[in-house]
Structures are given as structure tokens and as C-alpha cells.
């Protein structure tokens, strides 16, 4: 059974760089796509992008110019970096596996990230 | 890129059923696979249909899921409804680009 978990500074400045990390247990991260998707407080869920083992990257067009999602095998993790913050990125943050088809079918307990100014 | 639009709140009483639905704007909904998630308050979103149809292993088959190339819409129907369903309904794809696409979500009320 896989597990995530999200990590990082619950708390961003405006205009700086929120980080996460996801560390995954219970199966090699050297399979499969990996996600992170977000959610605004009250709101709807938004992805963000994916990273696949070897390295390769698809992100949200809305977000793209402000996003990177890396990996690290050895340490079965992948991190989210989101430069340029503002109040409209406050969100649940969430990590999730993800198929070839689309399908996350395992997330992590998400983790809320504000932004203040 | 397209959007999938589903309605913001439905609701219905205990024991009947409920059909959701999800609406492609562009492009063929059967071009790409539809996932369906449940969300509870508080906590993460949970698969209750994938592919289309399919159920996780766990889910009760009270929850199905199709697609209708008719309306280019998908739907999710849950029958039998208990309060135990209420939670936030979101139906997921992706694009040409790969690129994952969410609706909007459906407040289900069980009433």
C-alpha cells in the first residue's frame, strides 16, 4: 500500500518561493507519473503538473512559467517549487501517484500553505 | 484544452439515487478516460470510479459510472444513498497534452 506524505513551510511570503516535498513509502517511485495538485480554501481542486521517474515534466499552461517539479530516486521523493507567490496560492497542497491514463489513485493528507503579505 | 463542467449541488434523501454528471466542452468525452473522486471535509480526495466504470477494490457497488457520447458527458450515480455519501463529488480527465483536468465538484447533500 503507498503512502505519501507532503512537507514543508506552512507559511510563504508574498513575492517568494513555496517548497514541498512528498516523500512516498510502500512502493518505488521509480515507476509511474507523480502529481501535485492544489486546493484554494472553500474551492475546487487544481493540478499542477507531474513528473515522471526518468525526469520528464508536464505542468498546468496556467502555471508553467512559475512552477518545477523535480525528483529524487534515491531518496523516493519529488518536490513542488512555485516561485512568485501571491495570497492566490494559499491552498491545500496535496501530492498524489499518478497513471499513464490519468488516474491518481493515491494522495497524501495534503498539506495548507498561506501566503501572507 | 477543454473544461468539464458539472453542477454545483445536488441533493436527494436517503435510500434513492443520485446521478451527477460531468460535461466535456470540447472534444470527445470518450476520447479520454474520466476518474470520479470523493471528498470528504477534511480530508483528501478518494477514487470511487477510474477508467470510466471501473471500481477500486473497497467501493461499494452503489457507485457506478458511465460515459454518453450523446451529451459528451459522463456521470456518476449513487444509489441506495446513505449519509455516509455526502461529500464533494469531482470528476477528473485529461487533455491531448497529458495534461490532468478537474471539474469543478458537486456538493451532494443527503437529506
Known amino acids: 500500500q503507498v503512502q505519501l506524505q507532503e512537507s514543508g513551510p506552512g507559511l510563504v511570503k508574498a513575492s517568494e518561493t513555496l517548497s514541498l516535498t512528498c516523500t512516498v513509502s510502500?512502493?518505488?517511485?521509480?515507476?509511474?507519473?507523480w502529481s501535485w495538485i492544489r486546493q484554494p480554501p472553500g474551492k475546487g481542486l487544481e493540478w499542477i503538473g507531474y513528473?515522471?521517474?526518468?525526469?520528464?515534466?508536464n505542468y498546468n499552461p496556467s502555471l508553467k512559467s512559475r512552477v518545477t517539479i523535480s525528483i529524487n530516486t534515491s531518496k523516493n521523493q519529488f518536490s513542488l517549487r512555485l516561485n512568485s507567490v501571491t495570497a492566490a496560492d494559499t491552498a491545500v497542497y496535496y501530492c498524489?501517484?499518478?497513471?499513464?491514463?490519468?488516474?491518481?489513485?493515491?494522495w497524501g493528507q495534503g498539506t495548507l500553505v498561506t501566503v501572507s503579505s | 484544452n477543454f473544461m468539464l463542467t458539472q453542477p454545483h449541488s445536488v441533493s436527494e434523501s436517503p435510500g434513492k439515487t443520485v446521478t451527477i454528471s460531468c460535461t466535456r466542452s470540447?472534444?470527445?468525452?470518450?476520447?479520454?478516460?474520466v476518474h470520479w473522486y470523493q471528498q470528504r471535509p477534511g480530508s483528501s480526495p478518494t477514487t470511487v470510479i477510474y477508467?470510466?466504470?471501473?471500481?477500486p477494490s473497497g467501493v461499494p457497488d452503489r457507485f457506478s459510472g458511465s460515459i454518453d457520447s450523446s451529451s459528451n458527458s459522463a456521470s456518476l450515480t449513487i444509489s441506495g444513498l446513505k449519509t455516509e455519501d455526502e461529500a464533494d463529488y469531482y470528476c477528473?480527465?485529461?487533455?491531448?497534452?497529458?495534461?490532468?483536468?478537474f471539474g469543478g465538484g458537486t456538493k451532494l447533500t443527503v437529506l
Open positions: 498524489a501517484r499518478d497513471g499513464d491514463l490519468g488516474w491518481l489513485d493515491s
Open positions: 510502500g512502493d518505488s517511485i521509480s515507476s509511474f507519473y
Open positions: 513528473i515522471y521517474y526518468s525526469g520528464n515534466t
Open positions: 470540447s472534444g470527445r468525452i470518450a476520447s479520454n478516460y
Open positions: 477508467e470510466d466504470n471501473q471500481r
Open positions: 477528473q480527465s485529461y487533455d491531448s497534452s497529458n495534461h490532468r483536468v
